[in-house]
C-alpha cells in the first residue's frame, strides 16, 4: 500500500536551515501532487507547502513564503522541503501527504489527502 516515510528533523537555532525529505513508495509518485504539512502542540495542522506533478506549481503558506522551497525527485520517489532562515514559531511536527486522487496541483486542504507520513520533529530554539 502507499507509504510515506519523512526524515531530516532536529533541534536547530533560530536562523539556521533544514532539509526534511520524504521517501515514497507503493504508488505511481510521480502522478500526484505532494504536499508538506505541519502541527505544532495545541494547534490545528496546517498546509506549508504543495508541489504539483511534475513540479512546475509550488504553493506556500504566507508564513514561510520566501524562506520554504519544496521540490520533488520522480526518479527517487521523494519530495523535499529545505527550510532556511527557521524561526521559533516554526516549531512543529512536519508531516508528507499525498492527496486521495491525482490532483495536478497540491490541495491546500488536510482534508483531501489521505496518505501520510509518520513526522519529523523540527524544534527551532531561540
Known amino acids: 500500500q502507499a507509504q510515506l516515510v519523512e526524515s531530516g528533523g532536529g533541534l536547530v537555532q533560530a536562523g539556521d536551515s533544514l532539509r526534511l525529505s520524504c521517501a515514497a513508495s507503493?504508488?505511481?509518485?510521480?502522478?500526484?501532487?505532494m504536499g508538506w504539512f505541519r502541527q505544532a502542540p495545541g494547534k490545528e495542522r496546517e498546509f506549508v507547502a504543495g508541489i504539483s506533478v511534475r513540479g512546475g506549481i509550488t504553493d506556500y503558506a504566507d508564513s514561510v513564503k520566501g524562506r520554504f522551497t519544496i521540490s520533488r525527485d520522480d526518479s527517487k520517489n521523494t519530495v523535499y522541503l529545505q527550510m532556511n532562515n527557521l524561526k521559533p514559531e516554526d516549531t512543529a511536527v512536519y508531516y508528507c501527504?499525498?492527496?486521495?486522487?491525482?490532483?495536478?496541483?497540491?490541495?491546500?486542504?488536510?482534508?483531501?489527502?489521505?496518505?501520510w507520513g509518520q513526522g519529523t520533529q523540527v524544534t527551532v530554539s531561540s
Open positions: 501527504a499525498r492527496p486521495t486522487r491525482s490532483y495536478g496541483t497540491a490541495p491546500r486542504g488536510a482534508q483531501n489527502y489521505n496518505t
Open positions: 507503493g504508488f505511481t509518485f510521480g502522478s500526484y501532487a
